[in-house]
């Protein structure tokens, strides 16, 4: 549990605005997704790809975990976006539109040929219905797979459904992309918030996906990070049981007893499990500073 780390809040930035993505060396996101798809015109891929690849070469953005989102991998750009973000050694490439073990692996060879170590993840954007469909095959990736990416404007779109406040339409989609993360053992993300102005609804969002398991949410305005932190970070209540809990166990067994009560709740395996993985959350976050 010691290399727990936070991904609350991972901030999509343009890849084609200089002055955003120098400002998200001051922004309060876990994360920054540099991006070179869908907020880059076509006639600007170049530069973009030239001032992404350039800014996270030079670093100067602390712990923040750094992600280059390459163009599909049926279009023009993608294979030198592969290439030249893989020389730039962001901590995280992430692939859209992904919708079989094969992309996981074209992308991972040609990756391999920059970083022998291993230490690029590959993170995976789930955007349409047949991704959602192999959702458990892709999961199951061996290679340098770590984490989904919910898309859910573009799979509300494939799905021809609404978007609702209740995000009923999506509920299977997001419950299947969870349920085949934590079974490989990956992070997952929920999806972004399009309506900037409805900050009541972002929060019940980020509500909704903290409730169902998600790690964090994906963002598109700096003013959806701190109360997406907020929502996503263990409580002060939380984190003073989940530190009872362990103390209360590590008692029992230092004094031989089989069964452990705290607070009149019968305590087992994967009480003490999730306890520590709410300290380890807490204190990762602590490390950050940053709220």
Partial sequence: MTNVRPRRSVLYMPGSNARAIEKAKSLAADGVIF????????????????????????????????????????????????????????????????????????????VRHHDSSGEIALWAMMETPLGILHADDIAGYSGRLQ????????LTKDLHAQHTADRMPLLYGLSKCLMAARAFGLSVLDGVHLDLEDMNGFVAACQQGRAMGFDGKTLIHPKQIDPCNDVFAPTETQVAHAHKVIAAYQQAVREGKGVVVVDGELIENLHVENAERMAALHAAIERLGRG
């Fill in 35 to 110: 991006d070179l798809e869908d907020a880059v015109a076509p006639d600007a891929k170049e530069s973009a790809r030239e001032q992404v690849c350039a800014a996270v070469s030079a670093g100067g953005y602390g712990d923040r975990e750094l992600v280059i989102r390459i163009n599909g991998m049926d279009t023009e750009w993608w294979r030198r976006d592969l290439e030249h973000a893989a020389d730039a050694r962001p901590n995280a490439i992430l692939l859209p539109k992904v919708e079989s073990v094969k992309q996981l692996r074209d992308a991972d060879r040609i």
């Fill in 147 to 154: 984490c989904l990416v919910l898309g859910t404007s573009d």
